[in-house]
């Protein structure tokens, strides 16, 4: 569907058949071959139910049947929002505020849109629509390579033949242990963002261009703040809850993206990132398009851009938050290593003092 805004935009129905696609190649590139080899059973669910959720399941028969769930609500409103972006950047900020806001960012005094200038309005739509589910999916996928529902099991002596770990807007859930739980999301989100960039680079067939990077940010930077409040109140850096502060994994995923963009095999896909400064510019300008594009689209104030600066700056999460963190994770990361069965035991989060990332900011 053409309409006045000047790019097509899908319909409900083209929307789902675009999900049902790109799941659909991520589980065939990541999921099937090692799941075959494991004989093990791996399933693709879509719920109809209202709201913003995925998860990652096991049950236990016969076979093993690991199962990771969408909504449709999901993948609509990440389609919706990537679909506003071109829209609401070329008519509701004016090129005047767009040059104020980015000229320190992108160091020039000309002109400095909102939108990366090297992809047109269907481009960027597709690459942070395919690019966010994408990740979603590697996400749960990682929850279930690294067995955290059966290491959690052990860990708080619960013996049970179904687990399931979630991804929707709830968080105050005391069921379990809080650092427990949110180790297990950062672990997930470092393999997560491992897998997604082979994955960008061959959608670029061989190379990893710039919006498309871009993109990547700009979508995990809207899925991330969205997670940011709960009840009206921002979810801050403590150790309650399901899941650690959104402002939090938004910093580990780009610290994640920045190393991994060092190895050498990486380096050939990059031409253009000739310095730190070049990947670091870029960050800057997907995550603060991000932050006001979802003040235009959800009429929040500026107050939201504490998510902004602390996901690039943790000097505020407490010395003794980042301990248990470290302390628990020396315990919990052999037990994970042990049962792992993805590519690699590499993507895994590492060992190391989480208080020492302060230090390298």
């Known amino acids: 569907m053409v309409n006045n805004i000047g790019y097509k935009v899908k319909k409900i129905g083209e929307i789902i058949d675009s ?17 075959e080899k494991e004989s093990k059973i791996i ?24 199962e990771i769930s969408f909504s449709y609500d999901a993948a609509s409103i990440i389609y919706k929002e990537s679909s506003c972006l071109p829209f609401i950047c070329k008519n509701k900020i004016s090129i005047e505020g767009q040059n104020e806001i980015f000229k320190d960012i992108l160091h020039k005094r000309e002109e400095c849109p909102a939108l990366p200038p090297i992809l047109d309005d269907e481009e ?31 860990l708080i002596n619960k013996n049970s033949k179904y687990s399931i770990i979630e991804e929707r807007e709830l968080f105050l859930d005391q069921r379990f242990n809080s650092i427990h739980r949110h180790l297990f999301e950062l672990s997930a989100d470092y393999e997560a963002t491992q897998y997604i960039l082979p994955l960008l680079v061959g959608a670029d067939k061989g190379e990893l261009r710039r919006g498309t990077l871009w993109c990547l940010v700009f979508g995990l930077s809207c899925l991330f703040h969205r997670f940011y409040r709960y009840g009206g109140q921002v979810v801050e850096f403590k150790s309650e809850g399901t899941h650690p502060t ?5 910093f ?3 610290q994640s993206l920045a190393e991994i963009l060092k190895v050498e095999q990486y380096r050939k896909y990059i031409p253009w990132m000739q310095n730190p400064q070049n990947f670091s510019d870029l960050i800057a300008h997907a995550t603060t398009t991000a932050s006001m594009f979802r003040k235009v689209c959800y009429q929040n104030s500026f107050e939201e851009f504490p998510f902004l600066e602390n996901s690039s700056n943790i000097d505020s999460v407490p010395d003794e938050y980042l301990d248990n963190l470290t302390k ?12 792992y069965f993805g590519k690699s035991r590499s993507c895994i989060l590492p060992l190391f003092e989480f208080r020492d990332l302060k230090k390298n900011l």
């Open 19 to 35: 999900s049902h696609e790109s799941i659909n190649i991520v589980k065939k590139m990541f999921s099937d071959g090692i799941y």
């Open 43 to 66: 399933k693709m669910l879509w719920s109809t139910k209202e709201g913003f959720s995925a998860s990652a399941s096991i049950k236990k028969s016969t076979k093993e049947i690991h």
């Open 124 to 154: 960027i739509i597709d690459r942070i629509f395919r690019s966010t589910l994408a990740w979603i999916y590697l996400h749960e996928q990682a929850h279930l390579f690294q067995c955290h529902g059966e290491v959690e099991n052990k």
């Open 246 to 250: 959104p402002a939090l994994r938004m």
């Open 252 to 254: 580990f995923v780009l």
């Open 328 to 339: 628990s994770w020396n315990i919990i990361r052999p037990q994970i290593e042990s049962k």
